[in-house]
């Protein structure tokens, strides 16, 4: 399983970024991660590709949207109205059952928000 996040970059705050994880190989589930400076990894939201049953963490509902394109095994994460404290490496991450842990992860898209 190989995972390639995209779509990072420089953004003020108030704007919107949608990040892209496009994956190869089977798994059941897709999640997104984030891990500021200084601060652990932290769940953002995951969806199922089968159904697209969808998960957001409390901390960013109604801002972050996750969705999932099957034809093109991609999953993405609309975030709008950034904040500076959304600043973080963003990963996504893969399981190969609803079940289980998540075990193949990207290697991260930078997302940085100025004041």
């Known amino acids: 399983v190989q995972l390639q996040a995209s779509g990072g970059g420089l953004v003020q705050a108030g704007g919107s970024l949608r990040l892209s994880c496009a994956a190869s190989?089977?798994?059941?589930?897709i999640g997104w991660f984030r891990q500021a400076p200084g601060k652990e990894r932290e769940f953002v939201a995951r969806?199922?590709?089968?159904?697209?049953?969808?998960l957001v963490a409390d901390s960013v509902k109604g801002r972050f949207t996750i969705s999932r394109d099957n034809a093109k095994n991609t999953v993405y994460l609309q975030i709008n109205s950034l904040k500076p404290e959304d600043t973080a490496v963003y990963y996504c991450?893969?399981?190969?059952?609803?079940?289980?842990?998540?075990?193949?992860w990207g290697q991260g898209t930078l997302v940085t928000v100025s004041s």
């Open positions: 991450t893969a399981a190969p059952s609803l079940a289980s842990e998540y075990e193949y």
């Open positions: 190989g089977r798994t059941s589930k």
């Open positions: 969806i199922w590709w089968s159904g697209g049953v969808t």
